[in-house]
C-alpha cells in the first residue's frame, strides 16, 4: 500500500438527539470545524436518528459545512408495506451520502443476518450512496481463535459477487463486539491486522484494485486519546465513533487527531 486513503471519520449518534438537541450538537460541530480547515486527508460524516436527519441537512446544507451526511440503517425495500421503516430511496432524497449496515447493535437486538446486511447494501449503492458495513466478531469468537474467519465471512457475505469498482467505493469498519460502547478499544497491532485482513479479503473478492480502494474504518470505544494512532496504521482508513461523537469537543478531536 503506498498513498493512504481519505481517512473517513464517521460518528453514530445511535438514538440519541432529539431534532431541537441534534441542530444544537451541529451548531457546535459547525463552530469548531470552522475555527480551522480539517486535517487534509480528512473527510467526517455525521450519522443522526431518522428524526433529525432532515434538521441536520439544512444546517449542513445552509452553512456549507463540510460534514456528509449519514444514516444509521435502512429498509432494502424502496417502499411498501413495511410499517415503521425508512428505505435507501428516502434516504437519498435528503442527500445522505454514507448508510451504515449491519451495525452489531442491529444484529444483536433486530436480529439482522448477513443476508439482510447485502439486500441492504444492494439497495444503498442502487440509490447512489455508500455502505458502512460494520462486520466484527464477539469476544467468544476471539477467544476461540475464529475472529477473523467470521469478519471474512461478513465481507465476503456483503460484497461477493460485485465489481471491482463498486467495491472499492465501499467502507467495510471493522466494530469487535467486545469493544463497542464498552471503553474497551482494541490495540492498534489488532485493529491494523484485522482492517488488513479485510483488504485481503476485498482484494480476494474483487480485485486488487478495490482492495487498494475501499476505505476500512476501526470502531470501537474511540477516543480523542486513542484516535491518532489507529489513524497513523497503514490498513485503517478512518474511525467510526459512538459515544465520543455525541460531545462535539471531543468529536472534532478525533477529527483533528495527529495520524
Ligand atoms: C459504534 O456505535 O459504532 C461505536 C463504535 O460505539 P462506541 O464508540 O461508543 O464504542
Not at 500500500?1 to 460541530?29: C, I, Y
Not at 476485498?202 to 470502531?219: D, H, I, P, S
Not at 477516543?223 to 459515544?243: H, I, K, M, Q, R
Amino acid at each position: 500500500m503506498t498513498d493512504k486513503r481519505t481517512a473517513l471519520v464517521s460518528g453514530n449518534w445511535k438514538m440519541h438527539e432529539n431534532h431541537f438537541e441534534a441542530l444544537k450538537l451541529v451548531q457546535e460541530l459547525a463552530a469548531l470545524v470552522r475555527a480551522a480547515a480539517l486535517p487534509e486527508g480528512r473527510e467526517v460524516s455525521i450519522h443522526p436518528p431518522f428524526t433529525s436527519i432532515r434538521t441536520v441537512q439544512t444546517a449542513v446544507e445552509t452553512d456549507h459545512l463540510p460534514i456528509a451526511l449519514g444514516a444509521q440503517n435502512c429498509h432494502h425495500e424502496d417502499r411498501g408495506a413495511f410499517t415503521g421503516e425508512v428505505s435507501a430511496e428516502m434516504l437519498a432524497k435528503l442527500n445522505v451520502a454514507y448508510v451504515i449496515t449491519g451495525h452489531s447493535e442491529r444484529r444483536t437486538h433486530c436480529g439482522e443476518t448477513d443476508v439482510d446486511v447485502r439486500r441492504k447494501v444492494d439497495a444503498i449503492l442502487a440509490h447512489g450512496m455508500h455502505p458502512v458495513i460494520c462486520v466484527g466478531e464477539t469476544l467468544d469468537e476471539r477467544v476461540a481463535g475464529d475472529a477473523a474467519h467470521r469478519v471474512r465471512e461478513q465481507v465476503s457475505a456483503a460484497l461477493s459477487g460485485r465489481s471491482g469498482e463498486v467495491v472499492g467505493g465501499v467502507v467495510v469498519a471493522y466494530e469487535p463486539i467486545w469493544a463497542i460502547g464498552t471503553g474497551e478499544t482494541a490495540s492498534v497491532d489488532d485493529a491494523e491486522q484485522m482492517c488488513a485482513t479485510i483488504r485481503e479479503e476485498v482484494g480476494r473478492l474483487a480485485g486488487a484494485g478495490a482492495a487498494a480502494a475501499v476505505r476500512v474504518q476501526y470502531g470501537g470505544s474511540v477516543t480523542p486519546e486513542s484516535a491518532g494512532a489507529l489513524l497513523a496504521a497503514p490498513n485503517v482508513d478512518g474511525l467510526l465513533v459512538g459515544g465520543a461523537s455525541l460531545d462535539a469537543e471531543r468529536f472534532v478531536a478525533i477529527v483533528r487527531a495527529r495520524a
